[in-house]
């Protein structure tokens, strides 16, 4: 059995992105909860992001972070 796992000596761009969308959903979620329920629009968001990546390959937070010069985990 493989397991993957990234290492966390390094912030890869992997890992930001799933702190990120982790983060959004988290803090939308608890909006949502607390505040106002059209807070889960932005769930949703986030839901479909992945959706279209997983689909198309597409990740607008990816060409950010590649611009700022973050680095792949492939790329070591």
């Not at 966390?8 to 959004?24: D, H, N, Q, T």
């Not at 937070?61 to 973050?70: E, N, Q, T």
Request: net charge positive; glycine share 8%.
């Amino acid at each position: 059995m493989n397991i993957f796992r990234l290492p966390v000596s390094k912030w890869y761009m992997e890992r930001i992105i799933f702190l990120f969308a982790g983060s959004v959903i988290a803090l939308s979620t608890g909006l949502a909860f607390f505040f106002d329920v059209r807070w889960l629009a932005v769930t949703g968001f986030v839901g479909f992001m992945q959706i279209i990546f997983a689909v198309t390959g597409y990740c607008p937070l990816a060409i950010i972070l590649d611009k700022m010069g973050v680095k792949s985990y492939r790329e070591k």
